[in-house]
C-alpha cells in the first residue's frame, strides 16, 4: 500500500538532501535487484537440473557445477531476449501472466487430488515446533521464515522500474501494485495450504541449494504403489519452469533497466556509454550486457558451488538491500514531515494515514532487516553462517565511496522527477527545483505535464552548483 502511494506522488528528500538520498536509494536497489536476479536464475537452474533428473533418477548424480552451466544457459538466453526481442517482451509477459494464474490453478488441483495419502491436519497447522530444526526457540524460527514470503517484495517493486515506458505511470502503476498484491496472495495462500498437505516425507526435503519443490511434485503425483509418475512430476515442472522463465526475462530487464536510469543521471562509471540505447532494438544494449554479464550476475551465480548457504545468502541480500532503498525516502518523508510532496495528491494516496504508514513501515524494515541477518542454523558455523550483515554494509560502504570520488560533484539527481512529482501541473509554465543545483521547467495541459526540460542552476560566474 505504501509502496503505492509513493509510486503515486514520488518522493524527495528536498532540495538539500535529495540528490544524496536519491543516490543512496539508486544504489541499494540496484545491488538488490542483482542479487534477485542470481536468486531467480539459480531456481531456474535448479528446475531445468530436476526436469532432467525426473527420467534419470537411476543414473543421475547431482553436482553443484551442474546448476552453475544451467545457470549460464538461462542467464545468457534472457539476456538475448531482452535485447533482441524487446518489443515482444510485453506479449510474453501475457503468456507469463496465463502460467501463473491457469497454471497455478492446475498444479493446486493435481496436488490437492493425486496425493493417495495426504498429510495430516496436526502436521500441516500444529506440528511446527516438533519440525523445527533450526536451533533457534519456535517464535523467532518463525520471524527468520519469513524471509521466504518476503522474496516477493519483488513483484511490486518490478513494475515500479518500468515507470518510464508506461502512459499514466501515476495511475497505472498503483492499480498494478494492488493486483499484484492481492492476485498473489490468493494464489499462494491456496498453493502453500496444497502443498503442505502433499507432503509425505518431509525428510526428503532437508538440504541446502537444492530444489525441494520438485520432491514435493513427485510424492504428490506417485502411483498407488509408491512408484513415482514421472509424467505427471515433469508436467507440473514445466509448469513452473514455463512461468520462471519468463520471470527471469522481466527481471533481466528489470535489472537493465535500473542501470540504464542510473547511467543516466551519471550515477555510474562510464555513464555516456550505458545510458545509451540502441533506437533500432529500443533497448539500452550495453547496460543489459554489463549487468548480465560482468557486474555481476555471473559472479554471483557462481557463489552456491563453494557455500551450501548461499542461495539463502542471495535471496536475503536482495531483500534487505531493496527494504533499505524503501526506508530511506520513507524516512526522508517522516523527518520532514512529509512537507517536500506535492501539494496536489497522487491518484492514490494515504492521506493522513500517511505519516504514521511511513513510520510503520520503517519500523518493520529495520525489525525484519536484523532478523534477516540472523544464522540460518543454531549454533553456527563458518559454512552455514549469514553473511548478509557483511554484503549490506559492504554495499553501502562501495556507495559511499563512489559518491565521495564522483557523484558529489557530477550527479545532478533524478532528471525526470518533474514528470512524475508534477502530473497534474496546471496549464501553463512553472520551474521546480528537484535536487540541489537542478531545476526543471514544466509546461501543463489538461492531461498533465506536456513538456519539461531540465536546467542546471548557474552561480553568478557561471560555475554549476555541486
Same mark, same amino acid.
Given at each position: 500500500?505504501?509502496?503505492?502511494?509513493?509510486?503515486?506522488?514520488?518522493?524527495?528528500?528536498?532540495?538539500?538532501?535529495?540528490?544524496?538520498?536519491?543516490?543512496?536509494?539508486?544504489?541499494?536497489?540496484?545491488?538488490?535487484?542483482?542479487?534477485?536476479?542470481?536468486?531467480?536464475?539459480?531456481?531456474?537452474?535448479?528446475?531445468?537440473?530436476?526436469?532432467?533428473?525426473?527420467?534419470?533418477?537411476?543414473?543421475?548424480?547431482?553436482?553443484?557445477?551442474?546448476?552453475?552451466?544451467?545457470?549460464?544457459?538461462?542467464?545468457?538466453?534472457?539476456?538475448?531476449?531482452?535485447?533482441?526481442?524487446?518489443?515482444?517482451?510485453?506479449?510474453?509477459?501475457?503468456?507469463?501472466?496465463?502460467?501463473?494464474?491457469?497454471?497455478?490453478?492446475?498444479?493446486?488441483?493435481?496436488?490437492?487430488?493425486?496425493?493417495?495419502?495426504?498429510?495430516?491436519?496436526?502436521?500441516?497447522?500444529?506440528?511446527?515446533?516438533?519440525?523445527?530444526?533450526?536451533?533457534?526457540?519456535?517464535?523467532?524460527?518463525?520471524?527468520?521464515?519469513?524471509?521466504?514470503?518476503?522474496?516477493?517484495?519483488?513483484?511490486?517493486?518490478?513494475?515500479?522500474?518500468?515507470?518510464?515506458?508506461?502512459?499514466?505511470?501515476?495511475?497505472?502503476?498503483?492499480?498494478?501494485?494492488?493486483?499484484?498484491?492481492? #492476485?498473489?496472495?490468493?494464489?499462494?495462500?491456496?498453493?502453500?495450504?496444497?502443498?503442505?498437505?502433499?507432503?509425505?516425507?518431509?525428510?526428503?526435503?532437508?538440504?541446502?541449494?537444492?530444489?525441494?519443490?520438485?520432491?514435493?511434485?513427485?510424492?504428490?503425483?506417485?502411483?498407488?504403489?509408491?512408484?513415482?509418475?514421472?509424467?505427471?512430476?515433469?508436467?507440473?515442472?514445466?509448469?513452473?519452469?514455463?512461468?520462471?522463465?519468463?520471470?527471469?526475462?522481466?527481471?533481466?530487464?528489470?535489472?537493465?533497466?535500473?542501470?540504464?536510469? #542510473?547511467?543516466?543521471?551519471?550515477?555510474?562509471?562510464?555513464?555516456?556509454?550505458?545510458?545509451?540505447?540502441?533506437?533500432?532494438?529500443?533497448?539500452?544494449?550495453?547496460?543489459?550486457?554489463?549487468?548480465?554479464?560482468?557486474?555481476?550476475?555471473?559472479?554471483?551465480?557462481?557463489?552456491?558451488?563453494?557455500?551450501?548457504?548461499?542461495?539463502?545468502?542471495?535471496?536475503?541480500?536482495?531483500?534487505?538491500?531493496?527494504?533499505?532503498?524503501?526506508?530511506?525516502?520513507?524516512?526522508?518523508?517522516?523527518?520532514?514531515?512529509?512537507?517536500?510532496?506535492?501539494?496536489?495528491?497522487?491518484?492514490?494516496?494515504?492521506?493522513?494515514?500517511?505519516?504514521?504508514?511511513?513510520?510503520?513501515?520503517?519500523?518493520?524494515?529495520?525489525?525484519?532487516?536484523?532478523?534477516?541477518?540472523?544464522?540460518?542454523?543454531?549454533?553456527?558455523?563458518?559454512?552455514?553462517?549469514?553473511?548478509?550483515?557483511?554484503?549490506?554494509?559492504?554495499?553501502?560502504?562501495?556507495?559511499?565511496?563512489?559518491?565521495?570520488?564522483?557523484?558529489?560533484?557530477?550527479?545532478?539527481?533524478?532528471?525526470?522527477?518533474?514528470?512524475?512529482?508534477?502530473?497534474?501541473?496546471?496549464?501553463?509554465?512553472?520551474?521546480?527545483?528537484?535536487?540541489?543545483?537542478?531545476?526543471?521547467?514544466?509546461?501543463?495541459?489538461?492531461?498533465?505535464?506536456?513538456?519539461?526540460?531540465?536546467?542546471?542552476?548557474?552561480?553568478?560566474?557561471?560555475?554549476?552548483?555541486?
Amino acid at each position: 500500500m505504501i509502496i503505492a502511494s509513493e509510486v503515486s506522488i514520488s518522493h524527495t528528500g528536498g532540495p538539500k538532501y535529495g540528490r544524496i538520498l536519491g543516490f543512496f536509494t539508486g544504489w541499494s536497489n540496484f545491488y538488490g535487484w542483482m542479487f534477485d536476479l542470481a536468486a531467480l536464475i539459480q531456481i531456474m537452474a535448479n528446475i531445468c537440473i530436476s526436469m532432467y533428473s525426473v527420467y534419470h533418477q537411476t543414473t543421475y548424480t547431482y553436482e553443484p557445477w551442474q546448476v552453475y552451466i544451467a545457470y549460464l544457459l538461462v542467464l545468457w538466453l534472457c539476456t538475448a531476449a531482452v535485447i533482441f526481442a524487446n518489443r515482444v517482451i510485453p506479449h510474453t509477459q501475457n503468456i507469463g501472466m496465463f502460467f501463473v494464474i491457469v497454471g497455478g490453478i492446475i498444479t493446486i488441483i493435481v496436488i490437492s487430488a493425486m496425493p493417495r495419502r495426504h498429510a495430516s491436519n496436526h502436521f500441516v497447522w500444529g506440528s511446527f515446533t516438533e519440525n523445527n530444526l533450526t536451533g533457534w526457540p519456535g517464535g523467532l524460527a518463525f520471524l527468520l521464515g519469513v524471509l521466504n514470503g518476503a522474496f516477493t517484495v519483488g513483484t511490486p517493486d518490478a513494475v515500479t522500474h518500468m515507470a518510464e515506458e508506461l502512459p499514466h505511470p501515476r495511475k497505472d502503476l498503483p492499480k498494478a501494485i494492488g493486483l499484484q498484491i492481492g #492476485l498473489g496472495f490468493l494464489c499462494a495462500f491456496c498453493f502453500a495450504i496444497a502443498l503442505c498437505y502433499a507432503i509425505t516425507d518431509l525428510d526428503a526435503l532437508q538440504g541446502f541449494n537444492t530444489y525441494p519443490l520438485a520432491k514435493i511434485y513427485a510424492q504428490a503425483t506417485a502411483h498407488a504403489d509408491g512408484t513415482p509418475n514421472h509424467g505427471a512430476t515433469f508436467d507440473s515442472l514445466f509448469i513452473i519452469f514455463c512461468s520462471s522463465l519468463l520471470c527471469c526475462v522481466s527481471t533481466v530487464l528489470t535489472n537493465s533497466r535500473i542501470y540504464w536510469a #542510473l547511467a543516466r543521471d551519471n550515477a555510474v562509471p562510464l555513464s555516456p556509454l550505458f545510458s545509451r540505447v540502441n533506437e533500432k532494438l529500443s533497448c539500452p544494449v550495453p547496460g543489459t550486457l554489463f549487468v548480465a554479464t560482468a557486474l555481476g550476475a555471473i559472479p554471483l551465480g557462481a557463489i552456491p558451488l563453494g557455500s551450501p548457504t548461499a542461495f539463502l545468502n542471495l535471496t536475503g541480500s536482495f531483500i534487505i538491500l531493496t527494504t533499505v532503498s524503501y526506508a530511506i525516502p520513507f524516512a526522508a518523508n517522516v523527518l520532514t514531515r512529509r512537507q517536500y510532496l506535492p501539494s496536489v495528491p497522487g491518484s492514490f494516496s494515504l492521506g493522513k494515514f500517511g505519516m504514521p504508514i511511513n513510520i510503520i513501515a520503517v519500523l518493520f524494515i529495520v525489525l525484519f532487516n536484523i532478523l534477516f541477518c540472523f544464522p540460518f542454523v543454531y549454533p553456527t558455523t563458518t559454512v552455514t553462517m549469514n553473511y548478509n550483515s557483511v554484503i549490506l554494509v559492504g554495499v553501502m560502504a562501495l556507495t559511499a565511496v563512489w559518491w565521495v570520488v564522483h557523484a558529489r560533484r557530477n550527479y545532478p539527481g533524478l532528471k525526470v522527477m518533474g514528470l512524475y512529482i508534477h502530473d497534474s501541473v496546471p496549464s501553463g509554465r512553472g520551474k521546480v527545483e528537484v535536487s540541489e543545483g537542478v531545476e526543471v521547467s514544466v509546461r501543463g495541459g489538461e492531461g498533465g505535464v506536456e513538456e519539461f526540460e531540465e536546467k542546471e542552476k548557474k552561480e553568478s560566474d557561471g560555475r554549476r552548483l555541486p
